[in-house]
């Protein structure tokens, strides 16, 4: 069974950092592409960055490019959001995808 669970989320004033965790299991993760998505309060779900497959490149949504940065440990089927500068509009259920399935999603709150 495909597994994939966030964590490392929690409360942060603006200008704080966090680092998101993906754990991975149940499917061959060094040859998907991931990404993280995020869901604000009362909005969609929107893309936030991708790690590609085989070569690891990154792309950012424009909102977060410059503070976040996506990383990936193969060996330990881990997927990484490092999360700086963060601003009130980051606050949003943070969930980590190989396209098909989801994790539950791990909350992050941006508030003074």
């Known amino acids: 069974q495909v597994q994939l669970v966030e964590s490392g989320g929690g409360l942060v004033q603006p200008g704080g950092s966090l680092r998101l965790t993906c754990a991975a299991s149940?499917?061959?993760?060094?040859?998907?592409?991931l990404y993280w998505y995020r869901q604000p309060p009362g909005k969609g779900r929107e893309w936030v960055a991708t790690i590609t497959s085989p070569s690891h490149s990154t792309t950012y949504a424009d909102s977060v490019k410059g503070r976040f940065t996506i990383s990936r440990d193969d060996a330990k089927f881990m997927l990484y959001l490092e999360m700086n500068d963060l601003k009130p509009e980051d606050t949003a259920v943070y969930y980590c995808?190989?396209?098909?399935?989801w994790g539950p999603g791990t909350q992050v709150t941006v508030s003074s």
């Open positions: 149940g499917f061959s993760f060094r040859t998907h592409t």
């Open positions: 995808t190989e396209e098909t399935y």
